[in-house]
């Protein structure tokens, strides 16, 4: 970035014409249409086609003058963003100076325009009050040429100042040697006291050129990789024998390939268990409904009904007739009608009290006694008033169907909750005897035998809600150290990982089991088990298969751009589920062409995700 700065007690200034341009489309392509105005810049400001706009800025902020004309060339970072003009349209209406943008970027122009910062594709001295011999100006298509006169860069007015500060420090310190020499005279060897201010200089410069140089040729990027990880279930199988039958030869499987294990036999004393059962048997203490009911004969004979026949409702209530009756035929112009008294039964068809329910109002009946459906059609009842006197009032008692009920409900509780009850008769045991045994959950290893169950002998027919049954059984089990199990599986879970892979987690609580065959007079019982494992791609670098892997993405990546590495890291490699890349500086949009400075950290995640 260059610009041509002029001192401030400079009598003379060039005055400019303004060559605005306004374009158009037409036919063929672009139109330009020009008007001219005077414009006296104080300065003429040259930016260079890679100058950022914060540089250009800065340069405007420190120049003296309120009108400034700043000089652009084709393809400029400036003119690519039309943000970036607004915003240097503000900052110079903030500082109330006025820019004049002159460039022979067709599009940059119009950005300008829009931006409403005045712009000209060329800067015209007036003839008649020109002062500095200008260029002729360039004609279309041809590069511009600059202005002469000395040109300062944009580092050296930002460094001007300190360089003056260093030019008259040295000085002084040379003045001083100088001084000193002419004091000592003879003396050869001078010693001159280190000036605190032009030493606290050297120190700052000295740190800022290191940091300048680090921030050139040390960039650096750190990327964080995730590996992938997936479940490892193998199954083993693993033989436990009693240790009471088998003492001798357990001792001698010490560093055998096959997980064989000690087994203890749990046999706890015969448990009794109490259970209450709800009764269900009932006994009608109400009243029984009552009516009349009007029985229709359609046959040509009479109908005979016996005492206590059946009358149902649709609803399966049921009322009977207390004596026999006959129930005339049927004549030429009528059928045979009669009306019988009826009550209610205490239970439904359903088996279910009656009591007050059988207060209905007239309804039909039908004869369920008669199997005929013919005969049903021809001989039926309905009564014309409200059935009345019905009282619901009963009593629990315990029934033979009850005692059934308990026993099988017993039995089952005992089946389901033996293998607990055996859990706590071990537990408590381990208190006792100071080991840490655990038992076998599986309904093979579990032996439970046929319940005793004992039962009043008059329970049947007694008044009660609820009645108690007690029953007996025995159970017995097996039991293990469950650490050496986890740890013989631990062991053997390195023999099935694969090989790019390692290990991250094993899931001790995660053990299940299948039963094979058990051998009880030998003592021996088989079964597989399996323990759930996590593992991940080793991406370690001080490992051979993670050096190998991250030489292999580091050969691929230098010099890539951020967003394409990650891209690749995250689509192309199996072994990868997440990644992020950092650099230094944090702005820095490549991957380092330096191996050393491209730094890997391998974040290893807990859980299967």
């Keep these: 970035f260059d610009a041509n700065i002029m001192d401030q007690d400079e009598p003379l200034r060039p005055r ?20 001219k105005e005077d414009f006296t810049p104080d300065k003429v400001i040259y930016a260079e086609i890679d100058d950022e706009i914060t540089n250009v800025f800065d340069v405007i902020k420190r120049v003296r003058g309120k009108r400034i004309a700043l000089v652009i060339p084709k393809r400029a970072i400036i003119l690519q963003s039309i943000v970036n003009l607004k915003i240097l349209k503000k900052k110079m209406d903030e500082l109330d100076k006025e820019l004049v943008i002159v460039t022979t970027d067709i599009p940059g122009l119009q950005l300008a325009q829009k931006a409403g910062i005045p712009s000209m594709e060329r800067l015209f001295e007036k003839d008649n009050e020109a002062k500095i011999p200008l260029p002729p100006p360039p004609l279309r298509g041809q590069r511009p040429q600059r202005m002469t006169g000395e040109k300062v860069s944009l580092s050296q007015v930002i460094r001007q100042p300190e360089s003056h500060f260093l030019s008259s ?15 000592s005279k003879g003396t050869k060897i001078v010693f001159v006291a280190p000036n605190k201010q032009a030493l606290f200089t050297l120190i700052l410069v000295s740190v800022l050129l290191l940091l300048t140089v680090a921030y050139i040729a040390l960039p650096g990027a750190t990327i964080y990789l995730t590996p992938k990880s997936s479940v490892l279930d193998p199954s083993f199988n693993v033989t436990f024998l009693d240790f ?11 560093g055998s390939g096959s997980i064989i294990l000690a087994s203890y036999a749990v046999r706890p004393p015969a448990i009794q268990k109490k259970f209450m059962h709800n009764a269900t048997g009932k006994i009608f203490h109400g009243e029984n409904a009552r009516g009349t009911v009007t029985v229709t004969n359609l046959s040509s004979a009479p109908w005979d009904l016996a005492a206590t026949t059946r009358f149902q409702t649709p609803d399966g209530l049921i009322f009977r ?26 239970f439904d068809v359903n088996h279910q009290v009656i009591g ?18 013919e005969n049903r059609k021809k001989l039926y009842g309905e009564s014309f008033a409200p059935m009345v006197g019905g009282v619901t009032e009963t009593v629990k008692v315990v029934s033979k169907e009850d005692i059934a009920a308990a026993q099988e409900a017993a039995k089952r509780d005992i089946m389901n909750n033996a293998a607990e009850d055996l859990k706590r008769y071990l537990e408590e045991q381990n208190l006792i005897k100071k080991t ?34 007690i029953a007996s059984y025995n159970v017995s089990g097996v039991a293990f150290d469950r650490r050496e199990l986890v740890d013989a599986l631990k062991d053997r879970l390195t023999s099935r990982t694969d090989p790019d892979k390692k290990i991250l987690k094993v899931e001790e609580d995660d053990v299940s089991y299948r039963f094979l065959d058990k051998d009880t007079s030998a003592g021996r019982l088989r079964l597989t088990a399996t323990m759930r494992a996590i593992q991940i791609y080793e991406l370690d670098p001080e490992k051979e298969n993670g050096h190998r892997f991250v030489k292999k993405i ?8 951020v967003k394409d590495a990650q891209t690749y890291l995250e689509q192309q490699t199996d072994e990868i589920s997440r990644v992020e890349i950092t650099t230094w500086p944090i702005w820095a949009p490549t991957i380092p062409n330096i191996v050393d400075n491209v730094k890997f950290v391998i974040q290893e995640q807990n859980d299967l995700q």
């Design 169 to 183: 420090m040295l000085g002084r310190i040379k003045e001083r040697i100088k001084k000193k020499r002419m004091e």
């Design 356 to 373: 007050d329910r059988g207060n209905i109002g007239p309804t039909k009946f039908t004869l369920p006694g008669l199997k005929n459906e």
């Design 436 to 469: 840490n045994l655990s038992l076998l959950q599986d309904r093979n290893a579990i032996e439970i035998s046929e319940p005793s169950i004992t039962v009043q002998s008059d329970l049947i027919g007694k008044i009660t809600g609820q009645f108690e049954i």
């Design 16 to 35: 400019f014409k303004i060559e605005r341009r306004r374009l158009s489309s037409d036919e063929s392509g672009q139109k330009e249409v020009a008007s």
């Design 554 to 561: 580091t050969d691929h990546i230098l010099g890539m751009s």
């Design 244 to 254: 009471e039958k088998n003492r001798v030869l357990l001792e001698g499987v010490s």
């Design 321 to 346: 007739t207390p004596v026999a009756v006959r129930v005339p035929a049927a004549s030429a112009t009528a059928p045979g009608k009669l009306e019988v008294a009826v009550v209610a039964d205490e």
